[in-house]
C-alpha cells in the first residue's frame, strides 16, 4: 500500500522568504503525485500534479515541485513566499488509479510579516 | 469552470435527526467522492461512485448513506449520527472513475457538520 510522509507539522517563514514543503512517498511503481492547499474551513485546491514526463512541474499561485524518483520525493517550492499563503499544505499519492489518494498528515505554513 | 458546489455550508443535527449532504459538479465529471476531516488531520475516504454506481465504501457505518441520483449530483444521508462524526464533509469528482489512472480531484468548499 502507499504511503506519504511530510515530515514538517508546522513551517513559519517570513513573507517574501522562499519555502520548499518537504514530501516523501512509498510505493512501488510510479505514482500519481498532487499537492493541495487549504485554507481554514475551506476545501482543498489543487496546485499542482505530476503523472510523467518533466520531473519539475509548475502550478497555480507561483508554486512548482519537483519529483526526484531516487529520493522518492516531491517537495514543493516557491520562490518568494506572499501573507495569502498561510495554509495548511497536503501532498498526496494515488496508486494504480488516482481515484483513491492518500494524503499526508499535512504542514502547516505560518507566514510574517 | 472546475468548481463543485456543496450544501449546506453549515449544519447542526441531533442525534435522532435525519438529514442530507448536497454535492454538485457540472464538469462533467463521472467520479464522485465524499471525504470526512477531523481537525487539524488529512481528508478520510469515505465513498466513491465511478459512472453513477457505488465503487468504494471505506467500511463506512450505515448512519452514512450516500446516492448518486445522476452524473452531477451526491447526496450524502445522515441519521443517528453521533457526536463523534462532528467534522468537515468534503466531496470531489474527478474526470474518470476507477477504471483510469491519472486524474485529479477537485474539491468543493465543505459542509461544517455539527452533530449535538
Known amino acids: 500500500a502507499q504511503s506519504v510522509t511530510q515530515p514538517d507539522i508546522h513551517i513559519t517563514v517570513s513573507e517574501g522568504a522562499s519555502l520548499e514543503l518537504r514530501c516523501n512517498y512509498s510505493?512501488?511503481?510510479?505514482?500519481?503525485l498532487f499537492w493541495y492547499v487549504q485554507s481554514p474551513g475551506q476545501g482543498l485546491q489543487l496546485l499542482l500534479k505530476?503523472?510523467?514526463?518533466?520531473?519539475l512541474v509548475q502550478g497555480i499561485k507561483g508554486f512548482e515541485a519537483e519529483f526526484k524518483r531516487s529520493q522518492s520525493s516531491f517537495n514543493l517550492r516557491k520562490p518568494s513566499v506572499h501573507w495569502s499563503d498561510a495554509a495548511e499544505y497536503f501532498c498526496?499519492?494515488?496508486?494504480?488509479?488516482?481515484?483513491?489518494?492518500?494524503f499526508g498528515t499535512g504542514t502547516r505554513l505560518q507566514v510574517t510579516l | 469552470d472546475t468548481e463543485v458546489t456543496q450544501t449546506p455550508k453549515h449544519l447542526v443535527m441531533g442525534m435522532t435527526n435525519k438529514k442530507s449532504l448536497k454535492c454538485e459538479q457540472h464538469?462533467?465529471?463521472?467520479?464522485m467522492y465524499w471525504y470526512k476531516q477531523k481537525a487539524k488531520k488529512p481528508p478520510e475516504l469515505m465513498f466513491v461512485?465511478?459512472?453513477?454506481?457505488?465503487?468504494i465504501n471505506e467500511s463506512v457505518p450505515s448512519r452514512f448513506s450516500p446516492e448518486c441520483p445522476n452524473s452531477s449530483l451526491l447526496n450524502l444521508h445522515l441519521h443517528a449520527l453521533q457526536p463523534e462524526d462532528s467534522a468537515l464533509y468534503l466531496c470531489?469528482?474527478?474526470?474518470?472513475?476507477?477504471?483510469?489512472?491519472?486524474?485529479?480531484?477537485?474539491f468543493g468548499p465543505g459542509t461544517r457538520l455539527t452533530v449535538t
Open positions: 505530476y503523472f510523467s514526463g518533466d520531473t
Open positions: 461512485y465511478s459512472y453513477e454506481k457505488l465503487s
Open positions: 510505493y512501488g511503481a510510479t505514482p500519481y
Open positions: 464538469m462533467g465529471h463521472r467520479a
Open positions: 470531489a469528482s474527478s474526470q474518470e472513475g476507477i477504471r483510469a489512472g491519472g486524474y485529479e480531484q477537485y
Open positions: 498526496a499519492v494515488g496508486a494504480g488509479t488516482a481515484s483513491k489518494l492518500t
